[in-house]
């Protein structure tokens, strides 16, 4: 089975920007978005990015105008740009792959943003 690993995670003053990137270990057919989701600590997981294999995309309203999602088709990679990070934007990140059978989960990464 195909596993994804996301990188890019770390510790970073606020304000400050990280770039996160899935990948995955082999190919991945029938695509029908790709996601990142956000774990604060004590917290359930919740969407952050979506996109769309439409190219649509959707926000948290806690990160629009700060995060940006993209993807690499030709790859099946999907990226995170953040910036203007802020002390509630730690926890873990978790990337997502679905298609219509099947929804791919990263091992996760921790992003960690002092204040």
């Known amino acids: 089975q195909v596993q994804l690993v996301e990188s890019g995670g770390g510790l970073v003053q606020a304000g400050g920007s990280l770039r996160l990137s899935c990948a995955g270990s082999?190919?991945?057919?029938?695509?029908?978005?790709m996601g990142w989701y956000h774990q604060a600590p004590g917290k359930q997981r919740e969407l952050v990015a979506e996109?769309?294999?439409?190219?649509?995309?959707n926000y948290a309203d806690s990160v629009k105008g700060r995060f940006t999602i993209s993807r690499d088709n030709a790859k099946d990679t999907v990226g995170l740009q953040m910036s203007s990070l802020k002390p509630e934007d730690t926890g873990v990140y978790y990337c997502k792959i679905a298609t219509a059978y099947h929804d791919y989960w990263g091992q996760g990464t921790q992003v960690t943003v002092s204040s």
């Open positions: 996109r769309t294999s439409y190219g649509s995309t």
């Open positions: 082999g190919k991945i057919f029938g695509i029908t978005s």
